[in-house]
């Protein structure tokens, strides 16, 4: 300080308050504080500014003080002219360095003072404030606002990371960042976006792989802790060979590791801090980041990997219909040339004189009918109904139609074999329309209940029907036959004989509903998910036997529900199953006699009923609420 005591102002008294008070009173300010004569010569500093520049004041005595960057001078001597004119000045935002280097953001209140009496400027005192950590925080909040803001914005993973990266890049003054990813199963690490001040470098480093246990990514993976690399020529982690392939020299960096709950993903990379070195609150920072791309990142391995998974199950899918189709198509043509040529046999085995042929050709015929069901069963479900061999055999038949007339004529003497053939090319290979009707779904219940029961007569069920509704549903007859004869044969099979059928037609606030209920062995827990989505059996094959049609346990073919829930899916209805076990069926090897008479648990016969049993509810809209979809799939089949 100067000797004489300094004012503030011209003329402007000092209130008694002499050097030595002024001293003690700069000293105590937690502020830097400096004074400068008019020659910009530096004459006293406080300890508060040693403490945060680094300089001694013997250091620097009677010198400018080194601390202005470059970048800032002119800005600093415009200043020094606004203070000439305005004697006091506040509050300029602005930088200054330390004696490290480092680069601090400073706010500069300015003063020229003056001697006692002199109206001649003597001085200047300068108090600096450093915010370099608030306004370092403010901007670190703002970025990660901006980043929070940006992770449901952007769709695609790589322009949300480069994003970030760019983010993280600007706030810690780094001239490159990049994310860092771990492949696992080859245990490599790849560089999946980078972001350098040096664009070709940047675009190369998207090509490097390295192991995932080479350099300072693969020490932090080690640890799962962040890592500052002041100098990486002293490094003993620092991987050069990344540096000689993207042809870049990496000075110094940060890494910190990319986290997940129960595991390490990444790093995530910033080198060549612009000014200074990088520090804890650089570290800090980046380790928050790392935290927030930790899930998406995360995520988007999940997403790839059900996509992929996604994207081979429809291939299986769509080859594993091709083979069921071909199958399918294939079936016909042998079933019913095998069909045929037991029927012939049929005819001329009585001839033959042979004994006891009739219930081998009984059986044959019943099981090439069951191989023939299936295969209709399959088109439904599959609704790819192919008609090129309808044409070709039609084709065949109208150009041969005479020649085979007269072969017919000598050898069967019949006139009308060709009409006969056409007929059973028809029946096998000709195209079935599904045309929509209004249709009363309680008639059309009783009736078709009716027609079935000759089928399983030879049974002692009881069946009771019930309808309390006369709503009309909108659907092909053929589908809603098959539904009813499905749901039927199913709840015959099931149910041993002595037991009860139920079969209820009631109406609903959307529309009429028709349930099935049975009284029989019922289906296991873990199998009730899984009875309406594939080719699945309501119990195990083990049990099947090869009965006929509506025996107990007749071996179904597990594909009538599944053709329900198609034909659901199409003409928007639902269908509900509910189901309980037999409780004397604890176990699946269990297997009941099919008698409540035969059953050695039950007291009384009776009591079967409520032991177990399935319902299957089946919910139509009515055709007057008949939504313009199904009306529309309705007029397709028509048009088909």
């Not at 404030?129 to 306004?135: A, H, L």
């Not at 390295?210 to 350099?215: E, H, I, L, S, Y």
Request: charged share 30%; aromatic share 8%; proline share 4%.
């Amino acid at each position: 300080m100067p000797s004489n005591t300094p004012k503030f102002g011209p003329g402007e008294k000092t209130s008694g308050i002499g050097p030595a008070s002024y001293r003690v009173l700069l000293d105590f300010l937690p502020d830097p504080v400096f004074v400068l004569d008019m020659q910009y010569r530096l004459t006293y500093v406080n300890p508060a500014f040693v403490k945060t520049f680094g300089w001694q004041f013997e250091e620097i005595a009677g010198r400018q003080i080194p601390f202005i960057p470059e970048n800032l001078k002119a800005e600093t001597r415009a200043g020094s002219r606004r203070l000439l004119r305005e004697k006091v000045i506040h509050g300029i935002h602005t930088q200054r360095l330390t004696k490290e280097g480092r680069l601090l953001d400073v706010v500069l209140d300015c003063a020229l003072f003056y001697e006692e009496a002199d109206q001649t400027p003597s001085g200047q005192v300068v108090i600096l404030r450093d915010v370099t950590r608030e306004r370092r925080t403010a901007r670190s909040n703002q970025a990660l606002f901006r980043i929070a803001m940006a992770l449901p914005r952007y769709r695609r993973l790589d322009e949300l990371l480069e994003f970030i990266i760019k983010e993280v890049q600007d706030l810690i003054g780094a001239r490159g960042a990049s994310v860092i990813l771990l492949d696992e199963r080859r245990r490599e690490f790849f560089i999946r976006v980078a972001s350098f001040d040096d664009r070709a470098a940047g675009k190369k480093m998207r090509e490097i792989r390295f192991p995932a246990d080479q350099g300072v990514a693969g020490q932090v993976l080690k640890t799962g802790k962040p890592l500052i690399v002041p100098d990486t020529s002293q490094s003993p982690y620092f991987f050069r060979q990344v540096d000689r392939q993207v042809g870049y020299r990496t000075l110094n960096m940060l890494d910190v590791p990319i986290q997940t709950q129960s595991r390490t993903i990444g790093v995530l990379c910033a080198v060549n801090k612009k000014q200074g070195a990088f520090d804890d609150a650089d570290m800090q920072l980046l380790a928050t980041v790392g935290s927030m791309v930790a899930l998406p990142l995360e995520n988007a391995r999940i997403n790839d990997a059900l996509k992929r998974s996604y994207e081979e199950l429809k291939s299986v899918n769509r080859a594993k219909g091709r083979v069921i189709h071909h199958l399918s198509h294939e079936l016909k043509t042998p079933v019913a040339v095998l069909a045929a040529s037991l029927n012939l046999l049929a005819r001329k085995l009585p001839a033959s004189g042979i004994r006891g042929w009739q219930r081998t050709i009984e059986r044959s015929q019943r099981n090439l009918k069951r191989l023939l069901d299936m295969q209709y069963e399959i088109e439904d479900i599959l609704h790819q109904r192919r008609f090129e061999t309808y044409r070709m055999l039609s084709v065949l038949l109208d150009s041969c139609s005479d020649v085979i007339e007269a072969l017919a004529a000598e050898q069967l003497q019949s006139e009308d074999a060709t009409a006969a053939i056409r007929r059973r090319i028809d029946e096998l290979f000709g195209p079935t329309e599904a045309v929509c009707h209004d249709i009363r779904l309680a008639r059309f219940t009783r009736r078709r209940i009716d027609g079935l029961r000759p089928y399983f007569a030879h049974r002692r069920l009881s069946l009771k029907v019930e309808t309390t509704s006369d709503a009309v549903v909108r659907i092909p007859e053929d589908v809603l036959a098959k539904v009813i004869d499905g749901l039927v044969r199913n709840a015959v099979e099931n149910t041993p004989d002595g037991a009860r059928i139920e079969v209820r037609v009631q109406d609903r606030r959307n529309g009429p509903l028709l349930e099935v209920r049975d009284c029989g062995v019922g289906i296991q827990k873990e199998d009730r998910r899984l009875i309406f989505e594939n080719y699945f059996p309501s119990q195990d094959l083990s049990q099947y036997a090869t009965r006929k049609p509506y025996d107990f346990n007749a071996g179904g073919k597990g594909f009538d529900l599944l053709r329900m829930k198609i034909f659901s899916e199409r003409y928007h209805f639902t269908i509900d199953l509910r189901s309980r076990r037999c409780k004397f069926l604890r176990v699946a090897d269990d297997r009941c006699p099919g008698d409540t008479a035969a059953c050695r648990h039950l007291k009384e016969p009776g009591d079967c009923l409520e032991t177990g049993g399935t319902s299957v509810q089946v919910q139509f809209r009515s055709a007057a609420s008949t939504d313009s979809r199904l009306r529309e799939v309705c007029t397709l089949e028509e048009s088909l």
